[in-house]
């Protein structure tokens, strides 16, 4: 069954308003990481967050390793915030698993 | 920067017919991977690779082969390509000790 769930599927925003995007996983992670997807793009890593808070500009990653749950929030979000995110974890082997990711659109 | 290149960006095979999708990265990477993308189910892996040589079969192996012939070159294989194979296949590589991995631009394969 699915192993990375996120929430919520699709999200629209006025520029500079905050994001709260989540993500919670059913098996052991040794590894969590979120992508950022560009309209019809390539990914690119954003973060790596296995365990607590961590923060690179206007990204704040907090992971509840226990209970198997990833926050990403977005503070004062830009047009060009606009895209996919994703969660991906790491079973064992760093092979990741994706979950299928949240739409984000934010309007001018 | 990593930088993961592959090749052809776009693809239009018909059904039966042999794809052979590219990949090559220029960092020295062991690990290399073949994804697919699919709405609805977001990336799915197919194949991936430890080092020259080496190939794994990942989640959804069926229909494909893989090719690891050199440190820098990592392929998919569609022997017999099938309508259901329509997809944006994405390669990416990477070291465990990096954390994190490097995607290429992705190709968008149909198959009619």
């Known amino acids: 069954g699915q192993q990375v769930q996120q929430s919520p599927a699709s999200l629209v925003l006025q520029e500079g308003e905050n994001a709260e995007l989540q993500c919670n996983f059913s098996?052991?992670?040794?590894?969590l990481q979120w992508f950022y997807q560009s309209p019809g793009g390539s990914l690119v890593s954003l973060l790596s967050n296995p365990s607590g808070t961590k923060h690179t500009g206007r990204l704040t990653s907090t992971t509840v390793t226990k209970e198997r749950r990833s926050s990403l929030h977005i503070s004062s979000s830009q047009t060009t915030d606009s895209g996919t995110y994703l969660c991906a974890i790491d079973r064992w082997g760093y092979k990741l698993t994706f979950g299928t990711g949240t739409s984000l659109l934010v309007d001018p | 920067e990593a930088a993961v290149t592959q090749s052809p960006r776009n693809k239009v095979a018909v059904t039966g017919g042999k794809v052979t999708l590219s990949c090559n990265q220029t960092n020295n990477h062991n690990n290399m991977y073949w994804y697919r993308q699919d709405t609805g189910h977001g990336l799915r892996l197919i194949h991936y690779?430890?080092?020259?040589?080496?190939?794994e079969k990942g989640d959804i192996p069926d229909g494909y082969k893989a090719s690891r012939p050199s440190q820098e070159n990592f392929s998919l294989i569609l022997e017999l390509a099938t309508p259901s194979q329509t997809s944006v296949y994405f390669c990416?590589?990477?070291?465990?000790?990096?954390?994190?991995?490097?995607f290429g631009a992705g190709t968008r394969l149909s198959v009619l």
């Open positions: 690779s430890y080092g020259a040589g080496s190939t």
């Open positions: 098996s052991t992670a040794t590894q």
């Open positions: 990416a590589s990477g070291d465990a000790g990096q954390n994190t991995l490097y």
